[in-house]
């Protein structure tokens, strides 16, 4: 006990006697795997990574980040945490989730984990959406800046030592999203309201920033809830690639079936640009790069004729 509470965050009494209960029924081996360097650091645990590289810039040097979904490879819609999860969720001075049913599987760890001192970022309910609305709300720029404020406030929560540097570091994470949001404004300007189409609406928040008509919501909808889409969907989207009625379909990259496969194929048969776009950020980069790559492929797919 005296090895592990040296590892633990000296402030969160509950989470250490949680930790050593968890100790004795796990037979964990110390506690190298579970906080790795920096044991007075908070620790962030964020169900999407996207979160997760927002808070790493707000919390800097005095955060540890752990994201659960965390790769492009794997399909959020269907992702189980494993048990392991449990531990580092008891850990957690700050957990951020998406909401909105699509993380549901942190509702249920949270309910099963009271932890003392804990702060729970909603990201549905900090932006007042409501139950059933698009759940892929990390796509909305309206909300970045009140995520950011949302993520310095949590961190200042739990680590009051470091409350004006969390607000100076989202103060200038805000500031760096301003070449983001005039790229959002030019091709708005230039978009005039072109028809476009996806596979499923994960990129509709910001599809509707940019003033673009989203078609085919009910094919979107269908692939999103894992459904199959109604024959008169598909043949709809199918008409709408081959006779060139919308200028992009946004493709979601990490959601593949063999329907979504086949309108890729189809559109690219007919010369309707992809837009690949992804629920959760590749590795190695940031929130605002990701959005700026995927903001800059939607302006190169409209200037094609
Ligand atoms: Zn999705």
Redesign the pocket.
């Known amino acids: 006990v005296v090895a592990i509470s040296s590892c633990a965050h000296p402030r969160r009494r509950h989470a250490l006697l949680l930790l050593v209960w968890l100790v004795a029924v796990a037979t964990l081996s110390g506690c190298g795997g579970m906080v790795p360097t920096g044991g007075n650091r908070v620790q962030v645990l964020a169900a999407e990574n996207e979160y997760g590289n927002i808070a790493l810039q707000i919390g800097g040097p005095y955060v540890e980040v752990t994201s659960l979904l965390n790769s492009p490879n794997v399909d ?2 269907q992702y189980e945490a494993s048990p392991s999860v449990a531990r580092t969720l008891a850990m957690a001075g700050v957990v951020i989730e998406n909401g909105l049913g ?1 993380d549901s599987w942190m509702d249920k760890m949270l309910s099963a984990t009271s932890v003392d001192a804990q702060e729970t970022i909603n990201v549905g309910t900090l932006l007042g959406r409501q139950t059933g609305s698009n ?2 709300i990390w796509y909305d720029p309206q909300g970045w800046t009140t995520i950011a404020s949302a993520m310095s406030r949590g961190l200042s929560g739990v680590d009051r030592k470091h409350a004006k540097e969390y607000q100076h570091r989202a103060d200038r994470f805000v500031r760096s999203l301003v070449p983001i949001f005039k790229l959002i404004a030019t091709i708005r300007g230039s978009a005039h309201g072109a028809a476009v189409t996806a596979t ?3 990129y509709g928040y910001m599809a509707a920033a940019l003033g673009l008509r989203m078609r085919n919501m009910d094919f979107q909808g269908a692939i ?1 809830n894992e459904n199959d889409p109604s024959p008169g969907s598909v043949v709809r989207l199918e008409r709408d690639l081959r006779t060139h009625r919308v200028r992009i379909l946004f493709y ?1 990259r ?2 593949a079936s063999p329907i979504t496969e086949h309108m890729r194929s189809l559109a690219s048969d007919s010369g309707v640009p992809v837009v690949g776009v992804t ?1 959760t950020m590749p590795a190695h980069t940031t929130f605002q790069a990701w959005q700026l790559g995927q903001l800059r492929q939607v302006q190169k797919a409209l200037s094609q004729p």
């Open positions: 959020p819609h699509y759940p892929h499923e609406p994960v999103m979601n990490q959601s629920e």
